[in-house]
């Protein structure tokens, strides 16, 4: 053991491969075999970058000072960085060594597979690709190839290391496996520059062609960002040197477009026959093919077909029944481009001559969906009309009917026939919006609250945890806070505030309930919500004047009455901002007696509302703007609203007093995020 130790490590030690391989092939399999545990537990030593500038112009063997611009602290970098790298490499040739010498020990290629594909937890047994020559020498051709043949079964899952399982297949002698997955990881490996000599001298070439074009694993990898920049201009490189016919490129291309895939699969085959630029005569033998591509899916695919046949019958004439099929896919297409396009290569075409084949298709296209464009047919129809098919022009009779529009009406004019009657379109009718759910009592309430704290965007949770909170403070206070408080949050803020002040907690910091923030309809809706936590901590209101009637969010101007009667009444005055909000959240048409009946009010939030609601109902301006968010930053969109007779707290007055997202100017303006 000694014997064989010592030498493997000096080998592994100095990084060197081919020494380790003499010294393990004289071993014996035993021999080999009993050094797998040393090995596994030895850590070979780790190079690290010297100190100081001098120390790294040693490590790096005194490179050439004219290349380093000596004294500057550039060098210094320079230095640093290559002495990194050759750290890199020694470290990693080192690591190498040794788990060749291990594979070279396991008694099964098996064991090989399972080592270099190890998961995490444990590590792959990092063998590379310049191990393969010596364990050839170490295990022979056989094994190499076992070993290989395991590895490129697991290629599927990703996880194989395919430079190392190609190297120990070529060592053993096998081709390239045939399997699509195995296939795709050969054509992603760099195999460096010029990949066009590398590839016209590689025996597996000629056999992976093929799957580049007929395999979408394998197509997908040819089209990546790896392989893509590398490939297409090396396959060019063979055709122009005659290394490779065009003719296998340009029917491969075609092959992968007509089996179709998405449209990032596809481009970099329609970029290759774009560079191929393939004449007329090249693609006249794949004219059937071209024809099928009209119907693809993708425009560019279809765009490509149509020129290419436009080219084909400029040599080569396309059968009467070849330029009907071609007439009826492409009158049918969505792209007005396409469609355009083909009208305008019938018009060249003596389409007289063709009338009985292609009158089918020219109906098609009379009722293509786009008006404009079956305007374009039926302009050419419309002169040949008296020569077209009585089979054509039954049809078209029976079709006026369904059509409607200037097309219809054309047609029939031309056809002898009353145009369809225009059908009276369904009356629209909005559903009537729903009631409002019951209110939360003090149990229901403590099931809302969670969800109302982590995200209280849904208007009308916001509206019943108000109302629950406003109850639940004017009901038992001391059970009110025993219920609330298995769901009070640690986290201070506004909403937190609001459900303490409703178990009688008191707001201690009124200054987290200023309701700052970033636009003027959060900071309304934010005001009124702080203005409910002051009134709950002191005194509850009776109820929310703003609480909506329906899910529309429209408030009962009945019960508004009623609650500022009350208010009068009893001597409570309800919030300005619950007030403002309840004003905004009446419906556009309010009964008469309402704002007769508010016309006897003599508070000040009665005298608003009687206001409010005899005047004619209006909708304010509405435009968009793009503002610097807070005056910094890119600009967002906001809906802005003219503040007209809205209340001022809608009105934008935090830039009114900075002027920062307005460049100074005076804001007339209620813009919501």
Request: hydrophobic share 45%; with cysteine.
């Amino acid at each position: 053991m000694d014997e064989l130790w010592g030498p493997a490590r000096e080998r592994i030690d100095g990084g060197d491969l081919d020494g380790l391989a003499d010294v393990l092939a004289a071993a014996t399999p035993v021999g080999r075999a009993a050094l797998v545990a040393v090995l596994e537990a030895y850590e070979p030593p780790t190079d690290t970058v010297p100190e100081g500038i001098e120390a790294m112009r040693a490590y790096l063997g005194n490179p050439d000072s004219h290349l380093w611009d000596p004294g500057s602290g550039r060098e210094r970098w320079q230095l640093t960085h290559a002495a990194q790298q050759q750290a890199h490499r020694i470290n990693q040739t080192r690591r190498a060594a040794k788990a060749m010498a291990i594979a070279a020990g396991l008694a099964r290629a098996g064991d090989v597979v399972k080592a270099a594909n190890r998961r995490w937890p444990a590590e792959p047994l990092p063998l590379s690709a310049e191990a393969a020559g010596p364990l050839l020498r170490i295990r022979g051709a056989a094994w190499c190839a076992t070993v290989g043949r395991g590895l490129a079964k697991r290629a599927r899952s990703g996880s194989a290391p395919w430079a190392l399982t190609e190297a120990l297949l070529r060592a053993g002698g096998e081709d390239l496996p045939d399997e699509p997955a195995a296939v795709a990881e050969y054509v992603r490996l760099w195999r460096g520059q010029p990949l066009a000599d590398i590839l016209a001298e590689d025996p597996w070439f000629p056999r992976a062609l093929p799957y580049i074009f007929d395999d979408d694993r394998v197509a997908e990898a040819f089209g990546d960002v790896y392989a893509g920049p590398a490939w297409r201009p090396a396959l060019l490189e063979l055709t122009a040197t005659e290394r490779l016919p065009r003719e296998t490129l340009i029917a491969g291309c075609l092959r992968r477009l007509a089996t179709g895939g998405r449209p990032g699969l596809l481009a970099p085959f329609l970029s290759l026959l774009g560079d191929l630029a393939p004449t007329a005569d090249e693609l006249a033998a794949h004219r059937g093919q071209l024809v099928g591509l009209l119907a693809a899916p993708g425009s560019t695919v279809a765009g490509f077909a149509h020129t290419g046949l436009i080219a084909v019958h400029g040599v080569r004439p396309l059968e009467p029944l070849e330029l009907a099929d071609v007439t009826a896919a492409m009158l049918i297409r969505p792209e007005k481009k396409l469609v355009r396009a083909h009208v305008a290569w019938l018009r060249r075409l003596p389409l007289d001559d063709l009338l009985p084949d292609l009158a089918e298709a020219l109906a098609d296209g009379v009722q293509h969906p786009a008006p404009d464009l079956a305007g374009l047919v039926l302009d050419l129809v419309e002169p040949r009309l008296s020569r077209l098919p009585a089979g054509t022009r039954e049809r078209m009779l029976a079709e006026v009917p369904a059509m409607e529009g200037e097309i219809g009406e054309r047609l029939a004019a031309l056809l002898g026939v009353a145009p369809a009657a225009p059908e009276a379109g369904p009356a629209l009718v909005a559903d009537l919006p729903g009631a409002m759910p019951p209110p939360l009592d003090l149990d229901d309430l403590v099931m809302e609250l969670p969800a109302w704290l982590a995200d209280h965007v849904d208007p009308l949770r916001h509206e019943l945890v108000l109302d629950g909170l406003v109850r639940a403070a004017r009901g038992d206070r001391e059970a009110t806070a025993r219920a609330l408080a298995s769901v009070q949050p640690a986290w201070q803020g506004l909403l937190p505030s609001v459900v303490g002040a409703a178990a009688g907690q008191p707001v201690v910091d009124p200054r987290q309930l200023s309701a700052r923030g970033w636009q003027p309809l959060t900071l309304f809706v934010n005001s009124r919500t702080a203005e409910l936590a002051r009134r709950l901590d002191c005194d509850p209101p009776a109820a929310l004047l703003a609480f909506p009637a329906t899910t529309a969010g429209h408030v009962d101007p009945g019960r508004v009455l009623s609650l500022l009667a009350a208010a009068e009444r009893d001597g409570w005055a309800p919030g300005h901002a619950d007030l403002t909000q309840a004003l905004l959240r009446l419906p556009r048409e309010i009964d008469p007696a309402v704002g007769k009946s508010a016309a006897r009010l003599r508070s000040a939030a009665g005298r608003t509302f009687a206001e409010w609601v005899g005047r004619e109902p209006s909708d304010p301006a509405v435009w968009i703007e793009d503002a610097p968010l807070r005056g910094v930053g890119p600009a967002v969109r906001l809906a802005c609203l003219e503040v007209g007779t809205l209340p001022e707290e809608i009105a934008d007055s935090a830039r009114r007093e900075s002027g920062s997202s307005t460049g100074g100017r005076p804001t007339t303006s209620s813009c919501g995020r």
